[in-house]
Nanobody, 121 residues
Framework: QVQLVESGGGLVQAGGSLRLSCAAS????????MGWYRQAPGKQRELVAR???????NYADSVKGRFTISRDNAKGTVYLQMNSLKPEDTGVYYC???????????????WGQGTQVTVSS
């Protein structure tokens, strides 16, 4: 059973920093894209950032220059360094991974359980 487990959320004042981590566990062959999404109360889940296995990245316009996504392929882990946090960054942050369980199989999408990030003004 493949699982994604997030950690690192919490409460921080505006202008502060947090680092989120997400580790894949269980048996799998490879992880293609890993990403972070967030969902604010009353809003739809949105992409924050994603990173491919070769290292290319995409960011939402609202976080460019403040957030940095990175990954450790050997550990099956993705990170999100969040700096200069704003109250509008508040929400539940979810890790997502496109994971291939066996070499000849397709990629399946997995989600973590979510971690709360609250930025106070």
């Amino acid at each position: 059973q493949v699982q994604l487990v997030e950690s690192g959320g919490g409460l921080v004042q505006a202008g502060g920093s947090l680092r989120l981590s997400c580790a894949a566990s269980g048996r799998f062959f490879s992880i293609n894209v890993m990403g972070w999404y967030r969902q604010a109360p009353g809003k739809q889940r949105e992409l924050v950032a994603r990173i491919r296995s070769a290292g290319s990245t995409n960011y939402a316009d609202s976080v460019k220059g403040r957030f940095t996504i990175s990954r450790d392929n050997a550990k099956g882990t993705v990170y999100l360094q969040m700096n200069s946090l704003k109250p509008e960054d508040t929400g539940v942050y979810y890790c997502n991974g496109e994971i291939r369980r066996v070499a000849s199989g397709p990629d399946y999408g997995y989600w973590g359980q979510g971690t709360q990030v609250t930025v106070s003004s």
